[in-house]
């Protein structure tokens, strides 16, 4: 039985396909918040997307 064979261009192709959705996640909450929201509201409503966004970017590095 042959080994399986990992495609280089496809991993990279979906890492920056789930990096493209944790941005997109960043700017739908980003578009939530009202015109002059308070820091701790940003804060809060980033927090989560964020630390996905930094999870996936790991990941992406470190392979």
């Known amino acids: 039985m042959a080994s399986p064979t990992i495609n280089p261009a496809a991993d990279a192709a979906d890492q920056a396909r789930q990096l493209s959705f ?20 940003i804060a809060e409503a980033l927090a989560a997307p964020v630390r996905a966004f930094d999870a996936i970017a790991k990941e992406a590095l470190t392979g």
């Open 22 to 41: 944790a941005l997109d996640a960043i700017e739908a909450c980003l578009e939530r918040l009202a015109p002059g929201a308070p820091p701790i509201a």
